[in-house]
């Protein structure tokens, strides 16, 4: 597989384009055309991953995707995340952009629940081309839970080890990772994450992939194996995810 140099992944929560609190898939519009409105000025080599929220969280649950193989409940998790993902590529489309979907599930492997491959070629090939892929949490097959639940921040973590990412943002709900007063930690790296990790609480909503805390694990990860710095910050903020994107860092850096 070859390479290409300077690519930006950002990752934009399910909790900012759905109704994370809903039972069913709940699509926030007003905030999806405004997050494509701003990734539109992006002149940069750029792949996007959004998270499912409530176009998956929910069925995943009620499936216990997460501990079992229900292959029924896969397939339905899957077309209804893939249903999220159609909507935010039409808008991004529809505001200047040319984006393609990529659906993990027909080009990604897990291994109790962790990705083992992910065919990156056309992923290469359309980020030369100016294109910008859009994936998302999904299911996928697994070589012993048959059907496995992988997450968006376990995709991004993936794809930026693999592609080499020079820049991770990670667009949530909050100011970045929080501390128990409400303020935002600006830096989280190998040496106080055990005491940052206290802070860290359960999602509000359902969340069958680890929440905040499963964030700053993966990207803390990643730091550690590739020297990759990473921002969480508040995606529901206007224009910080314009911010970002013109190389501003803001909200919490996750660094070795």
């Known amino acids: 597989m070859k390479t290409v140099?300077?690519?930006?992944?950002?990752?934009?929560?399910?909790?900012?384009?759905?109704?994370?609190?809903?039972?069913?898939g709940s699509p926030q519009l007003n905030e999806i055309e405004r997050i494509c409105e701003e990734i539109s000025i992006c002149n940069?080599?750029?792949?996007?991953i959004h998270g499912a929220g409530s176009f998956g969280h929910p069925l995943a649950k009620k499936y216990n995707l997460k501990n079992t193989s229900n292959i029924n409940g896969g397939f339905l998790t899957h077309e209804s995340v893939k249903e999220l993902n159609s909507l935010f590529v039409k808008q991004l489309n529809n505001?200047?952009?040319?984006a393609y979907s990529v659906n993990p599930l027909s080009n990604c492997i897990s291994k109790n629940g962790r990705i083992v491959e992910m065919f990156?070629?056309?992923?290469?090939?359309m980020v030369?081309?100016?294109i910008i892929p859009v994936l998302h949490g999904d299911v996928v097959m697994d070589e012993n839970l048959k059907v496995s639940v992988i997450s968006g921040d376990q995709i991004t973590t993936f794809i930026a080890h693999k592609l080499k990412a020079s820049r991770i943002g990670i667009g949530s709900f909050e100011n970045g990772v929080l501390d128990s007063s409400g303020n935002t930690i600006t830096t989280i790296n190998t040496s106080n994450y055990?005491?940052?990790s206290e802070y860290i609480g359960p999602s509000e909503s359902i969340d069958v992939t680890g929440g905040m805390l499963g964030k700053v694990k993966e990207l803390l990860e990643l730091s550690r194996q590739t020297n990759t710095t990473s921002y969480i910050f508040n995606g529901r903020v206007p224009n910080n995810i314009r911010e970002f994107l013109n190389g501003n860092n803001i909200g919490t850096k996750i660094e070795k």
């Open 120 to 125: 990156l070629d056309n992923i290469l090939i």
């Open 95 to 98: 505001k200047g952009s040319k």
């Open 128 to 130: 030369e081309e100016g």
């Open 44 to 48: 940069k080599r750029l792949i996007i």
């Open 194 to 196: 055990q005491k940052v």
């Open 5 to 24: 140099n300077d690519i930006t992944i950002l990752k934009i929560g399910g909790s900012l384009i759905t109704d994370k609190s809903s039972d069913f």
